[in-house]
């Protein structure tokens, strides 16, 4: 299929947007670079999917410029700006069967019927359904309206296709399969994709680069990998994957490190992230990152414990150890690999203090940071 | 708070299914007996009188004339009001101002004023000198088929306007925008997308617009004839002015009278069967695109130019000529007859009766339809006696709709005449009934079929039976639905002439003014123009009061 070679970048500079007296976008810079699969990842009203509708054009911001590629594109009509949208709920034309559905947007702009048919048959190639072209969306499983949705979208000749939570309203199954085969395709069209998800597992699976977002402001950007194991904020760490949060104080920084006093007086040593001595901290910790052992061993960083339950989870068992300053921590590790604890035993937990993350105690509270809502 | 134990026992005997389709089951009895039968038996009663007229070849030629200029008049006034009201209620849902407000609600202006002061502000506005002719020296539209064309237009347009601005308030943005996506500019959007997705309410707003120009009676008949030496002449002659012109003198139903009420009922019924069945099956052109003209279209110069001209011709053609009868109302305040009509001096004791008539059976026939009515709407929303049955009886529901009015009184007139002696009031309610029945089970059954049944089934499973759930779920969630339905059944029953002329002598208002207009009772223009306005303010305060309750709530 013909496309045009020159694939857009998107830059969002200082954009904010109001309803009323909500703000849902709140001064956002970002930048997506030309041919990047980028997610914008958060909860529920966290402002993805109305960031992604000014970038549509569906909806116009209150202050702050959007480019696509060196365009400024502000006043510039959705119809105007080469783009393709998923809809979450497909918003395929229920009076149209499946195929006037993907040969709308050829269509519409102009491009003779044998153009407007090559480019159908080719993107239902690509979407894998030949089948069912003459059902109603009524008629048609929620896999295949997906795919004919995306096949919309991208028959359009759309340089940028945006995705408004693709999958949300797809089974598990169905959910797991499709994200890969949306990734191949828009690798294989060289396409610059931004896809809006709640769901941390598919932004990471998908994603070069993912912005988390909550209440209207963009808190990390980067790779999965860097916001994995580099969370820069408590709700980062919170949301992407899980973490053990446990509480404390600086007692005294040294160089790279810092040593912090847990509850109970537990002292354990942490990677320096600009903290003062006599700071009040969270230090966030990965479950996997804990070496977990039978008994009292001496170690660096130890924290003893007893291990309270076990859930047997297939790839990965799941240890909940009540510690000695009675906080209680998540172990994970790899069922195939290293022994087996059981609920009542003793254990000594440690770990790199580089895999520590130490934040700043939030003034509004742990609860009120971590929330999704 | 423990409930009344009549509640108690009505809630027991609610759970006996016997009961319960017992109820159902009275509602449909009801709907036949009362509603849609008597009218149809009617005719078929009188049958032998129409030999009167097939052995006139000139009298059957004048009738089917008569008949086929309602039909031409009411497709042509339909057309017109789709095409006109659809820019406006576009405009009214999508535009940006502020002010749209105030034009929503003035676009319901034709729907308050009673179609019979409607016809005299039009007559005013378009053929007296008091109005536009006055500009010209001579009448600008003189009675006859051009007027009673303005008329219905004026009287259907806020119909359109409503369906079509609820259509595209429920409508689902997404399509329309996922097209804007796809490259559409917003014309090829609008066209390809939104109005296709649209159509049932399209053919709804059609329907109904033609069911209300078919229906009017009263007002076309001040605006289609002039006054010669004190005689009414009819310039233009429709199905329910030639009904009007040929009943006895004591009201007496003749044989022409029925032809014509056969052939009017006969036809409405087709055309109406003939468009909900063909109407869906009508392809509306989304195949083609031409994007260059259809960009064009979307452009600011376009879209201005077209609000332009839909507001000219609301206000020109509906809203101006559907207040014009203020002006003689004003005049008459400041040095007119308003003492005397105050006082109840000559004409204005048998009019005040009349408004006094007219409210009082306004109110007495939107009582019985809630009674009657509710069952039958939960009936059709819920599918209570299968499908089919359902889909069926929402059919034959609307049958009173589109029957003219004139006929439909006629027809019932002999109907309940050949049982025994019905007292005129009576048989004023029975016709009131007829004719407004449609409009709260429409209204009704669309609410209910909005409420998820699951909230129902929630309700049973925590113990209350059947009239419980419909006292504590149902009834909460559709009243002002309710409300709605019952403020459509009060303007309507005030308003309707036709059958009130053709069933009784009693004279209700808009009765009085149109025999006012004709001059069968002689009155000032002035004592007509004070008539007019009394009926539009308390129509008006009334509504008011009904809407601002409603809207209050905020749903409507």
């Given at each position: 299929m013909e496309r045009n070679l020159t694939m857009p970048d998107v830059r969002i500079v200082n954009v904010t947007k109001r309803f009323e007296k909500i703000?849902?976008?709140?001064?956002v810079s970002l930048h997506v670079y030309d041919k990047e699969y980028f997610s914008l990842l958060?909860?529920?009203?966290?402002g993805k999917t109305t960031l992604l509708r000014l970038i549509a054009g569906l909806i116009q911001p209150d202050e702050g410029e959007i480019y696509i590629g060196d365009k400024?594109?502000?006043?510039?009509?959705p119809e105007d700006r080469d783009i393709g949208f998923v809809f979450q709920t497909f918003a395929?034309?229920?009076?149209?069967?499946a195929w006037d559905n993907v040969t709308y947007g050829p269509k519409v702009k102009g491009f003779d019927m044998k153009k407007a048919e090559t480019i159908g048959h080719e993107v239902l190639d690509m979407v894998r359904l030949?089948?069912?072209?003459?059902?109603f969306p009524s008629e048609l499983s929620g896999g295949m309206m997906q795919r004919i949705a995306v096949a919309r979208a991208l028959a359009a000749g759309a340089k940028l296709l945006l995705l408004d939570?693709?999958?949300?309203?797809?089974d598990a199954k169905v959910r797991n399969e499709l994200r890969y085969e949306i990734r191949r395709m828009v690798r294989d069209l060289d396409l610059t994709a931004i896809h809006v998800t709640h769901d941390q597992s598919e932004a990471m699976a998908i994603s070069d680069r993912i912005a988390v977002m909550k209440k209207g402001k963009v808190l990390q950007v980067g790779t999965p990998k860097e916001l994995y194991m580099?969370?820069?904020?408590i709700f980062v760490a919170h949301f992407i994957g899980e973490s053990n949060f446990l509480e404390g104080y600086i007692l005294s920084v040294k160089g790279n490190g810092a040593l912090i006093e847990l509850r109970g007086g537990v002292k354990v040593q942490a990677a320096n992230k600009d903290v003062e001595r006599g700071g009040r901290v969270i230090l966030a910790i990965r479950p996997e990152a804990f070496v977990i052992e039978r008994g009292v061993k001496k170690r660096k960083n130890p924290v003893l414990g007893v291990v309270e339950r076990v859930t047997f989870e297939g790839t990965n068992i799941r240890y909940e150890v009540r510690l000695e300053n009675q906080d209680l921590a998540v172990v994970v590790k790899p069922s195939l690999v290293g022994e087996w604890f059981n609920t009542g035993e003793k254990v000594t937990l440690s770990f790199p203090p580089e895999k520590a993350h130490v934040f700043a105690y939030p003034e509004a509270g742990l609860r009120e940071e971590m929330a999704v809502e | 708070m423990p409930k009344p134990k009549i509640i108690e026992t009505l809630d027991r005997l609610s759970s006996k299914p016997e009961v319960k389709y017992g109820v159902y089951l009275t509602a449909v009895i009801a709907f036949f007996a009362l509603i849609l039968l008597p009218p149809m038996l009617g005719i078929i009663i009188k049958w032998n009188t129409m030999q009167q007229v097939l052995n006139q070849p000139e009298l059957t030629a004048r009738a089917l004339s008569a008949i086929g200029n309602s039909f031409a008049v009411a497709l042509l006034v339909s057309a017109l009001d789709v095409v006109t009201g659809i820019p406006m209620a576009w405009l009214i849902t999508r535009?940006?101002?502020?002010?749209l407000n105030v034009l929503d609600t003035l676009s319901d202006i034709p729907f308050i004023v009673p179609t019979a002061a409607l016809g005299y502000s039009l007559l005013l506005f378009?053929?007296?000198?008091?109005?536009?002719s006055s500009l010209f020296g001579s009448p600008l539209v003189s009675p006859g088929w051009l007027l009673v064309v303005l008329l219905h237009f004026a009287f259907s347009y806020p119909v359109v306007v409503r369906v079509v601005v609820g259509a595209l308030l429920d409508y689902k943005m997404e399509y329309e925008q996922a097209s804007r996506t796809l490259g559409a500019p917003p014309f090829t959007a609008s066209r390809t997308v939104t109005l296709s997705i649209l159509k049932p309410s399209l053919i709804a707003a059609f329907i109904l617009a033609f069911s209300r120009s078919i229906s009017e009676t009263g007002a076309t008949m001040m605006v289609a004839g002039i006054l010669e030496n004190g005689n009414y002449v009819p310039l233009s002659e429709n199905g329910a002015t030639f009904i009007q012109t040929h009943?006895?003198?004591?009201?007496e139903i003749t044989g022409p009278v029925v032809f014509a009420s056969f052939i009017l009922m006969i036809l409405s019924c087709s055309i109406f069967i003939i468009i909900r069945l063909l109407g869906p099956r009508?392809?509306?052109?989304?195949?083609?695109?031409?994007p260059a003209t259809e960009r064009k279209l979307s452009y600011s110069v376009a879209t201005s130019s077209r609000n332009g001209i839909s507001l000219l011709t609301f206000f020109i053609f509906v809203l101006i000529p559907s207040l014009f009868v203020a002006l003689p109302a004003i005049e008459a305040i400041f040095g007119g007859p308003l003492p005397e009509a105050l006082g109840g001096v000559r004409i204005w004791g048998e009019y005040w009766q009349g408004l006094l008539l007219s409210y009082w059976l306004g109110a007495a026939v939107t009582l019985l339809n809630m009674v009657i009515g509710l069952p039958m709407a939960i009936i059709i929303a819920r599918e209570k006696f299968g499908k089919r049955a359902s889909a069926t009886l929402d059919i034959l529901v609307n049958i009173p709709l589109i029957v003219t009015s004139a006929a439909l009184g006629a027809s019932l007139k002999i109907f309940w005449e050949s049982f025994a002696l019905i007292p005129e009031i009576l048989l004023l309610i029975f016709a009131h009934l007829c004719i407004t029945y449609p409009y709260l089970v429409r209204s009704m059954s669309a609410a209910v079929e909005r409420i998820s049944e699951d909230l129902e089934e929630a309700s049973r499973t925590l113990g209350a039976k059947p009239l419980s759930v419909f006292r504590t779920i149902i009834l909460p969630l559709t009243k002002y639905s309710i409300f709605s339905g019952a403020i459509m059944v009060f303007t309507r029953s005030v308003s309707e002439t036709g059958a009130t002329l053709a069933v009784t002598k009693l004279r209700t208002a808009p009765v009085v003014i149109v025999d006012w207009v004709r001059q069968k009772t002689p009155a000032t223009s002035l004592e007509i123009g004070l008539g007019c306005g009394f009926l539009i303010l308390f129509s008006f305060v009334i509504l008011l009061a009904l809407r601002l309750i409603v809207r209050g709530k905020g749903r409507y």
């Open positions: 703000v849902a976008v709140n001064n958060g909860p529920s009203g966290c400024l594109v502000n006043d510039v009509p395929l034309f229920p009076h149209m069967n030949h089948e069912r072209l003459d059902a939570e693709p999958l949300g309203q797809l580099n969370p820069i904020s | 535009g940006k101002s502020k002010l378009w053929s007296k000198p008091e109005g536009v009943l006895g003198p004591n009201n009508l392809k509306t052109p989304i195949k083609k695109v031409w």
